[in-house]
């Protein structure tokens, strides 16, 4: 009889341990969230993440930049002036206006090889010139001033010019030294002479004029020079006064984020 009622209670104790375990895993199992709100809340971290990442990106990216252009060196209005003054462009090129640098650099060699072509082709023109008088009116040209070939040019020989400074009564002009000697072969050879030494002239004037061009090249570059470094700082003051202010308010409860961006000036 004992043994039957022992073999009662065993059987009535697993029964209720069984039961009181299939309760426990029932309210564990009621407590676990499901697969889907597990996915659903690893979605919407996910998304808010890439959202907060891609919002400090562009703040980091819009305050660089800001802060780059603030930040930027101010340049000196003398410097610039100079250097552009000794060297067209250079002061643009100092400023980081390569355009214009190369513009006034370019126009100064284009210049200064002018003035060599004209200047070369005017002695040129004009040593051809002596030589073609010396052999065709027997002139000695050495040492001789500008004006004795502007006379042998006009007259025939030096007779004819002594002869018309005389009724002139221009005595201190007349030649009286057989090394001022000139007569030439025909009037078409002093003619000839004649075209060759204006043509000489005309190349060395403009060579003059090239060299006036390379004057104000460097004053045109200096004053621009001038005018861009004013304009370099008047930006960069500008710039400096920019402002962006980013505002990111996140509401946990739906996930949403929404972004204010402000920009003062």
Known sequence: ?????????????????????????????????????????????????????????????TDSTINSEANGEFKNR???F???????GSGERYLGKKTLAKAFLITEITLWVGYVAFTEYGKWIREDAYAFAATHSGA??????????????NYADVNEYNDAKQRMRQFEKVYSSDDYYWQWENSQSRQKFENMRIASDQAINRSVFVLGGIFANHLLSAIDAVWQTHRHN????????????????????????????????
């Open 1 to 61: 009889m004992k043994l039957k009622n022992l073999i009662y209670v065993l059987l009535l104790t697993t029964v209720v341990k069984g039961y009181a375990e299939e309760k426990h895993s029932a309210v564990h199992s009621y407590l676990a969230p499901s697969p889907i709100s597990v996915a659903k809340a690893q979605l919407m971290y996910d998304l808010k993440t890439s959202q907060e990442q891609a919002v400090y990106q562009f703040s980091q990216s």
């Open 78 to 80: 003398g410097k610039a």
């Open 82 to 88: 100079i250097r552009s003054l000794i060297l067209p």
């Open 140 to 153: 000695k040209t050495e040492s001789k001033p500008f004006q004795f070939f502007v006379d042998i040019g």
């Open 234 to 265: 008047k930006k960069l003051n500008q710039n400096s006064k920019k402002q962006v202010s980013i505002n990111i308010q996140t509401n946990h409860k739906t996930g949403a984020i929404s972004l204010n961006i402000q920009k003062l000036f």
